[in-house]
């Protein structure tokens, strides 16, 4: 009687599972691989019949080839770039405890939700031919010229990559580091290895997961990078992404913007692939610790230099250019002023796009929290089909739910016109579109956070748990939850990010009149005049401090009393 | 922990109220335009109090990405009127065939020479220069004179002055190398823009990136001369911290320098409200809502019984000889010409 009890019991828990793991697959198919299908089709098939011409046009101009290995060289060397000054830092982060860090990282992730233009400007007032530095180094020196001059260079871009980038790889890494025992690498230092000896071949191999995700993110940001290389980079550099909003909307060339579309993709997910494989072959099981009992206080010397040193370097990266902004923002023709500021609360023209600061944070805010709610839940979910047993499917589906990453918006944009056009799935212009799309590109975020934290859980925990009469979903609570909590709320704060961040460039759809805070920013930046670039500056500013309040505030955030880890 | 689950679930109950559908009202026409798109809500709602209709403006990117998703959802239409196709993407437009044809009767005030379409299926609303503007105060120091033609700006004394935004990439870019078309022909105008480009020419990716980040007289950058409107200059003296007796730039307006932006407005073809569609399209060309559009867009109203606000009869010139480019020939030569461009300026 009471096995049999069990085994329904077990068969329903069963159904449950995959009747969950349904819902990100519908998601998907709905929101991503349908509407991509019909665009592609309609760009491929425009008649009935299958017309691939446009692909040796590409093949045979020889530009596209440029643009293609571009694009791949400047990804990789940003991402290499970000690894090696984030990694000391994430030590920092990882290993001491120092008043002001909640803060500081929350500094760090802001670049990420300003508009390029503005962070451009920014760079320009710090390190232009009119700029602070250059200032001061003709002063100091006594130089009759400017003597760097990084505009449109490919040096501009590669600091403005690391600019947007750093926290991802500094969250991600030292999230995972944070649960990583110290005790490992001070017994190899006991044993004569040099401290980086100790690093090299104990503490670097641990961290490889981490290390591995932040990196394939940084990348494919970088790959699909459109303002920074088109704004800082001027016009000679050209990357795939560009080439396809260009062919799609001023050129009306489908066939071509939808085989390039499929280049990015196709090479994406091959890059996904070989990652998946080293990735899961990688992740082993290590005994996670509690971050209380690796963290220790600056005291010594060394302690000092060695933090100093970092946050020192993330002050000049990233905390400049954003404090650039905040001063401008408050500087007017004759000299500080909150007249900007005031500005924004004024409607002059009593116009209908007209957004009040506190209905654009709003919404803002709504928007993102349920592209959180959306995203960590069925991040949660995918991570969990992707670590249950192992199957070969596996290796496959992990790169699928990549690739809205690496997907246009303008192509991904158009395919919910055309797919989305008939009841119920008539979306076309409504509201709850905007935290779909953001919630696609927010999803890989979660997994790449999540997965290595989950791969690295010691599958002993569990079955002990198991023995001693725990119910899955109690194991689940118990075990690997609370080891997994701070890398799900990394994931949650760059679905936050994401979707704060996004106006209108990243997820390509007709909106309503719910005006966010970016698309204010733009509005203003659209027209000639003094008051709007100042008010475009304070709603930046705007933009930064609540998404630092909202950063912090997920960080804060417990479900119950899980410990802390 | 429920709490907080309710908390998180607060923004998506919000959310779906928002999404639900409205009980029934009258009508309810949606407009799809750019996002360049302004006007007084005063305005639209006194078109709502004489009509019953409601107008819902849907803002779906630029100018050619709306167009575009207009064309992709021309048998489902997204919305009944469209806003803001200009003379360069007309041809598109007109021959995917997404508007029909409309006799407004406000169709008597608005001059011949603005009118692209004989069957009247694109409607002319509204028309911009993009002329070279330049920096007032950089020229009153310089011993040269601002410039005031498209030749001048390839003598050697104006070398690395002027900064102008990518035509593949940008609006006004691509108006500006319809200018230089225009006037050098297309026998000329590539010589013209490898001699601009052996001057020094800077090319910025659009036009918040010129105007912004390299105009000398609105940011850091180091450029007195950049690529913009001729409504530019008023648009400074109209949102000036302090409204000065002079703007601070000026748009030069000479013979065959600016390229016209015509724009128009249609009834989309599928429309379940065309006769309410047509009373949107009359009250778009009325005196009304023509003459609340310069203050809120900085283009001139089509309708000429249209008044001007102040601040575009003191601070804005129209130029009288801009150089034109038929929309056929924009249609049928734009991806060469940008090509041809893109190989000559940037490679």
Same mark, same amino acid.
């Given at each position: 009687?009471?096995?049999?009890?069990?085994?329904?019991?077990?068969?329903?828990?069963?159904?449950?599972?995959?009747?969950?793991?349904?819902?990100?697959?519908?998601?998907?198919?709905?929101?991503?691989?349908?509407?991509?299908?019909?665009?592609?089709?309609?760009?491929?098939?425009?008649?009935?019949?299958?017309?691939?011409?446009?692909?040796?046009?590409?093949?045979?101009?020889?530009?596209?080839?440029?643009?293609?290995?571009?694009?791949?060289?400047?990804?990789?060397?940003?991402?290499?770039?970000?690894?090696?000054?984030?990694?000391?830092?994430?030590?920092?982060?990882?290993?001491?405890?120092?008043?002001?860090?909640?803060?500081?990282?929350?500094?760090?992730?802001?670049?990420?939700?300003?508009?390029?233009?503005?962070?451009?400007?920014?760079?320009?007032?710090?390190?232009?031919?009119?700029?602070?530095?250059?200032?001061?180094?003709?002063?100091?020196?006594?130089?009759?010229?400017?003597?760097?001059?990084?505009?449109?260079?490919?040096?501009?871009?590669?600091?403005?990559?690391?600019?947007?980038?750093?926290?991802?790889?500094?969250?991600?890494?030292?999230?995972?580091?944070?649960?990583?025992?110290?005790?490992?690498?001070?017994?190899?230092? /006991?044993?004569?290895?040099?401290?980086?000896?100790?690093?090299?071949?104990?503490?670097?191999?641990?961290?490889?997961?981490?290390?591995?995700?932040?990196?394939?993110?940084?990348?494919?940001?970088?790959?699909?990078?459109?303002?920074?290389?088109?704004?800082?980079?001027?016009?000679?550099?050209?990357?795939?992404?560009?080439?396809?909003?260009?062919?799609?909307?001023?050129?009306?060339?489908?066939?071509?913007?939808?085989?390039?579309?499929?280049?990015?993709?196709?090479?994406?997910?091959?890059?996904?692939?070989?990652?998946?494989?080293?990735?899961?072959?990688?992740?082993?099981?290590?005994?996670?610790?509690?971050?209380?009992?690796?963290?220790?206080?600056?005291?010594?010397?060394?302690?000092?230099?060695?933090?100093?040193?970092?946050?020192?370097?993330?002050?000049?990266?990233?905390?400049?250019?954003?404090?650039?902004?905040?001063?401008?923002?408050?500087?007017?023709?004759?000299?500080?002023?909150?007249?900007?500021?005031?500005?924004?609360?004024?409607?002059?023209?009593?116009?209908?796009?007209?957004?009040?600061?506190?209905?654009?944070?709003?919404?803002?805010?709504?928007?993102?929290?349920?592209?959180?709610?959306?995203?960590?839940?069925?991040?949660?979910?995918?991570?969990? /089909?992707?670590?249950?047993?192992?199957?070969?499917?596996?290796?496959?589906?992990?790169?699928? %739910?990549?690739?809205?990453?690496?997907?246009?918006?303008?192509?991904?944009? %158009?395919?919910?016109?055309?797919?989305?056009?008939?009841?119920?799935?008539?979306?076309?212009?409504?509201?709850?579109?905007?935290?779909?799309?953001?919630?696609?590109?927010?999803?890989?975020?979660?997994?790449?956070?999540?997965?290595?934290?989950?791969?690295?859980?010691?599958?002993?925990?569990?079955?002990?748990?198991?023995?001693?009469?725990?119910?899955?979903?109690?194991?689940?609570?118990?075990?690997?939850?609370?080891?997994?909590?701070?890398?799900?709320?990394?994931?949650?704060?760059?679905?936050?990010?994401?979707?704060?961040?996004?106006?209108?460039?990243?997820?390509?759809?007709?909106?309503?009149?719910?005006?966010?805070?970016?698309?204010?920013?733009?509005?203003?930046?659209?027209?000639?005049?003094?008051?709007?670039?100042?008010?475009?500056?304070? /709603?930046?500013?705007?933009?930064?401090?609540?998404?630092?309040?909202?950063?912090?505030?997920?960080?804060?955030?417990?479900?119950?009393?899980?410990?802390?880890? | 922990?429920?709490?907080?689950?309710?908390?998180?679930?607060?923004?998506?109950?919000?959310?779906?109220?928002?999404?639900?559908?409205?009980?029934?009202?009258?009508?309810?026409?949606?407009?799809?335009?750019?996002?360049?798109?302004?006007?007084?809500?005063?305005?639209?709602?006194q078109f709502t109090a004489d009509t019953g209709i409601s107008v819902e403006v849907l803002k779906s990117g630029d100018g050619g990405a709306a167009l575009t998703q207009a064309i992709l959802a021309?048998?489902n239409p997204l919305a009944d009127v469209f806003y803001g196709v200009d003379n360069t993407f007309l041809s598109r437009a007109l021959d995917n065939d997404i508007f029909m044809s409309y006799n407004?009767?406000?169709?008597?005030?608005?001059?011949?020479?603005?009118?692209?379409?004989?069957?009247?299926?694109?409607?002319?609303?509204?028309?911009?220069?993009?002329?070279?503007?330049?920096?007032?105060?950089?020229?009153?120091?310089?011993?040269?004179?601002?410039?005031?033609?498209?030749?001048?700006?390839?003598?050697?004394?104006?070398?690395?002055?002027?900064?102008?935004?990518?035509?593949?990439?940008?609006?006004?870019?691509?108006?500006? $190398?319809?200018?230089?078309?225009?006037?050098?022909?297309t026998d000329g105008y590539l010589q013209y823009w490898s001699d601009l480009k052996a001057n020094g020419v800077a090319v910025a990716d659009g036009w918040e990136d010129a105007y912004w980040g390299?105009?000398?007289?609105?940011?850091?950058?180091?450029?007195?001369?950049?690529?913009?409107?001729?409504?530019?200059?008023?648009?400074?003296?109209?949102?000036?911290?302090?409204?000065?007796?002079?703007?601070?730039?000026?748009?030069?307006?000479?013979?065959?320098?600016?390229?016209?932006?015509?724009?128009?407005?249609?009834?989309?073809?599928?429309?379940?409200?065309?006769?309410?569609?047509?009373?949107?399209?009359?009250?778009?060309?009325?005196?009304?809502?023509?003459?609340?559009?310069?203050?809120?867009?900085?283009?001139?109203?089509?309708?000429?019984?249209?008044?001007?606000?102040?601040?575009?009869?003191?601070?804005?010139?129209?130029?009288?000889?801009?150089?034109?480019?038929?929309?056929?020939?924009?249609?049928?030569?734009?991806?060469?010409?940008?090509?041809?461009?893109?190989?000559?300026? $940037?490679?």
């Amino acid at each position: 009687m009471k096995s049999e009890e069990q085994i329904v019991k077990l068969s329903s828990l069963f159904t449950i599972r995959y009747s969950l793991f349904l819902l990100p697959l519908a998601f998907f198919i709905l929101f991503y691989f349908y509407p991509l299908g019909a665009i592609l089709k309609l760009s491929f098939a425009p008649a009935g019949g299958l017309d691939f011409s446009a692909l040796g046009k590409l093949v045979r101009t020889g530009y596209y080839l440029r643009v293609l290995s571009f694009t791949f060289w400047q990804a990789t060397a940003s991402t290499a770039l970000t690894l090696a000054l984030a990694l000391p830092g994430a030590y920092v982060f990882a290993r001491y405890d120092f008043p002001g860090k909640a803060t500081l990282k929350a500094v760090s992730t802001l670049p990420f939700v300003l508009p390029t233009v503005v962070v451009a400007n920014a760079f320009t007032a710090l390190l232009g031919p009119r700029g602070v530095l250059n200032g001061w180094l003709m002063a100091f020196f006594a130089l009759p010229r400017p003597p760097i001059d990084l505009t449109h260079t490919i040096w501009i871009i590669l600091l403005a990559h690391v600019f947007y980038n750093y926290s991802v790889a500094l969250r991600i890494i030292s999230s995972y580091w944070q649960n990583l025992p110290a005790d490992v690498t001070e017994v190899a230092q /006991m044993l004569g290895a040099s401290p980086a000896r100790a690093f090299r071949h104990v503490t670097l191999p641990m961290l490889k997961p981490a290390i591995g995700a932040a990196a394939l993110l940084v990348f494919m940001f970088s790959f699909t990078s459109f303002g920074v290389i088109l704004i800082l980079g001027g016009a000679k550099f050209a990357t795939i992404e560009v080439e396809i909003y260009r062919q799609a909307v001023n050129l009306f060339n489908l066939p071509v913007a939808a085989t390039l579309s499929l280049v990015q993709i196709l090479f994406t997910f091959g890059l996904m692939w070989v990652y998946t494989r080293t990735q899961s072959n990688m992740a082993r099981p290590a005994k996670l610790k509690s971050s209380r009992s690796v963290q220790r206080a600056v005291r010594t010397a060394k302690d000092r230099l060695i933090v100093g040193g970092n946050l020192g370097l993330m002050m000049v990266l990233l905390a400049s250019p954003l404090l650039a902004l905040i001063l401008r923002s408050f500087r007017g023709e004759n000299g500080w002023t909150l007249t900007f500021y005031r500005e924004l609360f004024i409607n002059r023209r009593g116009a209908l796009f007209f957004v009040p600061p506190g209905e654009a944070i709003f919404n803002s805010t709504a928007i993102a929290l349920t592209t959180v709610v959306f995203a960590v839940a069925l991040g949660i979910i995918i991570v969990l /089909m992707l670590t249950t047993g192992e199957h070969r499917w596996q290796k496959w589906l992990d790169p699928l %739910f990549m690739l809205p990453l690496a997907t246009s918006a303008v192509t991904l944009g %158009f395919g919910y016109i055309i797919a989305l056009n008939k009841p119920p799935l008539n979306l076309r212009g409504s509201l709850i579109l905007v935290p779909i799309a953001h919630t696609l590109v927010a999803i890989p975020f979660v997994i790449r956070s999540v997965l290595p934290a989950v791969r690295s859980i010691n599958p002993n925990l569990r079955e002990v748990a198991a023995v001693l009469g725990a119910s899955p979903r109690k194991v689940w609570r118990a075990v690997d939850f609370p080891l997994i909590r701070r890398a799900l709320l990394v994931g949650a704060v760059f679905a936050f990010t994401v979707s704060m961040g996004e106006f209108g460039a990243t997820v390509f759809i007709a909106r309503p009149q719910t005006p966010t805070m970016p698309v204010a920013i733009i509005r203003f930046l659209g027209q000639p005049g003094a008051l709007n670039y100042g008010q475009a500056l304070a /709603m930046s500013s705007l933009l930064m401090l609540v998404c630092a309040v909202g950063f912090i505030g997920i960080e804060r955030f417990r479900l119950g009393d899980e410990g802390e880890f | 922990m429920s709490k907080k689950l309710i908390l998180l679930l607060l923004p998506c109950i919000i959310l779906l109220a928002a999404c639900a559908p409205q009980p029934a009202e009258p009508v309810t026409l949606r407009l799809m335009t750019h996002d360049s798109f302004e006007i007084s809500e005063d305005v639209l709602n006194q078109f709502t109090a004489d009509t019953g209709i409601s107008v819902e403006v849907l803002k779906s990117g630029d100018g050619g990405a709306a167009l575009t998703q207009a064309i992709l959802a021309k048998d489902n239409p997204l919305a009944d009127v469209f806003y803001g196709v200009d003379n360069t993407f007309l041809s598109r437009a007109l021959d995917n065939d997404i508007f029909m044809s409309y006799n407004s009767p406000e169709l008597k005030n608005i001059p011949d020479a603005l009118k692209l379409d004989p069957q009247n299926r694109a409607l002319p609303v509204d028309y911009g220069d993009v002329c070279l503007n330049y920096d007032r105060a950089f020229f009153a120091q310089s011993p040269l004179d601002p410039p005031a033609s498209l030749e001048d700006l390839t003598d050697p004394a104006y070398a690395n002055l002027t900064v102008v935004e990518n035509p593949a990439t940008s609006t006004p870019g691509l108006a500006f $190398l319809l200018a230089t078309i225009g006037h050098f022909g297309t026998d000329g105008y590539l010589q013209y823009w490898s001699d601009l480009k052996a001057n020094g020419v800077a090319v910025a990716d659009g036009w918040e990136d010129a105007y912004w980040g390299q105009f000398s007289a609105a940011s850091d950058g180091d450029r007195p001369i950049v690529v913009s409107y001729a409504t530019s200059p008023a648009a400074e003296v109209f949102f000036a911290e302090t409204p000065p007796a002079e703007s601070p730039t000026a748009a030069v307006v000479s013979d065959e320098t600016c390229f016209r932006q015509i724009e128009f407005v249609g009834v989309l073809k599928g429309t379940k409200y065309p006769a309410e569609a047509k009373k949107l399209v009359d009250f778009m060309l009325g005196k009304t809502f023509q003459e609340d559009i310069p203050l809120n867009m900085w283009v001139y109203p089509a309708n000429s019984t249209a008044s001007l606000p102040d601040v575009f009869t003191k601070f804005s010139v129209v130029p009288q000889n801009p150089a034109t480019v038929s929309p056929e020939d924009i249609q049928s030569n734009r991806e060469n010409w940008i090509e041809a461009w893109t190989q000559t300026v $940037l490679q």
